[in-house]
């Protein structure tokens, strides 16, 4: 069983549309949340990080932990084409700055 | 201020060369982290330093691989001899300070193809 997991997509969502990412772990010692955005060929750009059950917003992000479900997601709402990119999740293994990536979604926002 | 850089950003070789990947971390980072992706499957952790020392290794696929980070600024990954499953992009991110929640931020990755 992996220890980070995604869909891989692709997820297609129109422009102005809210895109819904998922991210579910296996490892309750990873308590710290991380969402990266990644395009092609270039470095994964931190967007979110998620500790304390519930949500947090920033912008048109919000992210949202589940402790209980083992269960991390992802909200952008008016989806922008800028935004299609690869989204991955991280936990950090055990609080000791070892991330566990999930395999990340492919998102593409159609104009 | 300047962002983790890493070189080259792709280097080509044959089985059985050496390669040496560097990273420079963002200054005033202490912790330093290597990170590979092979192809179709997800990023994973090699090895993390703190400073000049080696914090945890875990990740580290065999003794062909070796990191160093001299002094405590920037870090090197040797990959001897290269084999092809080592092809894949060899990422390298930095925090200031260690800890669960501590951000890491990423260089844009050497693309390594052993052919």
């Known amino acids: 069983q992996k220890e980070v997991e995604q869909n891989s997509g692709p997820l297609s969502v129109p422009e102005g549309a809210i895109a819904s990412l998922n991210c579910t772990y296996s490892?309750?010692?990873?308590?710290?949340f991380f969402w990266y955005r990644q395009y092609s060929g270039k470095s994964p750009e931190l967007i979110m990080s998620i500790y304390s059950n519930g949500d947090k917003e920033d912008g048109r992000f919000t992210a949202q932990l589940n402790k209980a479900s083992q269960y991390v997601s992802l909200l952008i709402r008016d989806s922008q084409p800028s935004d299609s990119a690869t989204y991955l999740c991280a936990g950090d293994y055990n609080q000791g700055g070892k991330l566990i990536f999930g395999q990340g979604t492919e998102l593409s926002v159609k104009p | 201020e300047a962002g983790v850089t890493q070189f080259p950003s792709h280097s080509v070789i044959e089985k059985g060369q050496t390669v040496t990947l560097r990273c420079d971390p963002i200054?005033?980072?202490?912790?330093l982290y290597w990170y590979r992706r092979v192809m179709g499957k997800e990023i994973k952790f090699l090895l993390h330093f703190v400073k000049e020392s080696k914090q945890d290794e875990s990740g580290m696929p065999n003794n062909r691989f070796l990191a160093e980070r001299t002094g405590g600024t920037y870090s090197t990954l040797k990959v001897q001899p290269a084999e092809l499953e080592d092809s894949g992009v060899y990422f390298c991110?930095?925090?200031?300070?260690?800890?669960?929640?501590?951000?890491?931020?990423f260089g844009d990755g050497t693309r390594l193809s052993i052919l």
């Open positions: 490892d309750r010692g990873s308590q710290s």
């Open positions: 991110a930095s925090s200031r300070y260690r800890g669960g929640n501590q951000p890491q931020h």
């Open positions: 200054s005033g980072h202490d912790n």
